[in-house]
């Protein structure tokens, strides 16, 4: 059988990478009144708190791609921490890809 209308090949040139960033988060054990902290681990200055890890993960994954986002479109280097936080006593460390 043949196709008279094959598909087209494209190469690695025709494609246009999304860039896919890692955010390490750290977060704290919950307190009396069970809310909790959040850090990103990697990248300085973004942190927040709440009452669930949901909450924390999506709030700082936000500010995160929100940040790297002003960096990459004003062409500057990303400060990261190098190497990043670790967590400390009762913490935890997640990690979250994040797409631009």
Do not use: Y
Request: one cysteine or more; a negative charge.
């Amino acid at each position: 059988m043949s196709d008279s209308n094959p598909l087209p090949l494209i190469s690695a040139n025709d494609c246009s990478p999304v860039p896919v960033f890692n955010c390490l988060v750290i977060l704290s054990a919950p307190d009396e009144n069970g809310r909790r902290k959040g850090r990103v681990a990697n990248l300085e200055g973004i942190s927040t708190e709440g009452t669930s890890e949901r909450e924390i993960m999506s709030s700082l994954m936000k500010a995160f791609k929100t940040c790297l986002q002003k960096f990459t479109e004003a062409g500057e280097v990303i400060p990261w921490i190098d190497p990043p936080e670790s967590p400390g006593s009762g913490e935890v460390e997640r990690f979250i890809p994040v797409h631009l």
